[in-house]
């Protein structure tokens, strides 16, 4: 004979749904080079040069998407073609969240962006050229230095031990949402130099997985040495 046990289960369901999977779809990634949109171009600091000249070109681009590097390549005024910088690590793109003041120093500072990106720096490390920002907005152009880096969160961070107006730039009322690059972390730029007031074109390619983007999808922009 068979002897069963039974046990109601109290907690099931009257019915079940089932799903043969037709409702999803897959979507192949991409990774197709796309142009670079956001950016800026600047004469090189001095203290960011291998030679430790003027006359070089900084480029600080944010990343299209899926890109690993860019191609930088820049013909000068006399330059018969386009010369190639080499490839360039993109530089991590923040914005400030309140506007700022005129202040040769501030204690401190709220950026939005991939907190992630930075960390705090020695003052010996400060003066060899860490902690570096560009701030770019309406009213101008600032170059920042911070010593110290506090993540809020994911999206937030605090910089403090700030000085301002470096490089013959000067304390600017940015408002908030102004554009502040972390260029020490990544940044573009010329071995070679121009002379002030040369027009120089760049163009940026960006290099993916599966290819680089085509020289003929790439914009051509156009800086003044300024020397």
Avoid at 14 to 31: H, I, L
Avoid at 100 to 110: A, E, I, K, P
Avoid at 173 to 183: K, L, S
Avoid at 202 to 210: A, D, F, I, S
Wanted: hydrophobic fraction near 40%; charged fraction near 15%.
């Amino acid at each position: 004979s068979v002897r069963l046990t039974l046990v109601q289960d109290v907690f099931g369901v009257f019915m079940s749904v089932y799903a043969d999977g037709s409702e999803r779809q897959w979507t192949k990634p991409t990774f197709r080079a796309t142009d670079i949109t956001r950016f800026d171009i600047i004469d090189a600091p001095t203290i960011l040069t291998t030679s430790q000249t003027t006359g070089s070109v900084l480029v600080v681009a944010e990343n299209p998407g899926v890109a690993l590097d860019y191609q930088l390549q820049v013909k000068g005024g006399v330059d018969s073609g386009y010369i190639d910088a080499g490839a360039m690590p993109f530089t991590p793109f923040f914005s400030t969240t309140k506007a700022m003041g005129t202040g040769w120093t501030d204690v401190s500072l709220v950026l939005s962006g991939p907190s992630a990106e930075l960390s705090s720096h020695t003052p010996e490390e400060v003066r060899q050229g860490l902690g570096l920002m560009l701030i770019v907005s309406a009213v101008g152009k600032e170059w920042i230095s911070y010593q110290t880096a506090a993540l809020g969160n994911s999206t937030t961070v605090t910089i403090s031990l700030i000085n301002r107006g470096l490089f013959n730039t000067k304390p600017l009322a940015h408002p908030a949402g102004a554009r502040v690059w972390a260029v020490s972390e990544g940044y573009g730029i010329t071995d070679w130099q121009y002379v002030r007031s040369e027009s120089v074109s760049l163009r940026m390619l960006p290099r993916t997985q599966t290819g680089v983007l085509d020289v003929d999808d790439a914009v051509i922009h156009s800086y003044s040495i300024a020397g």
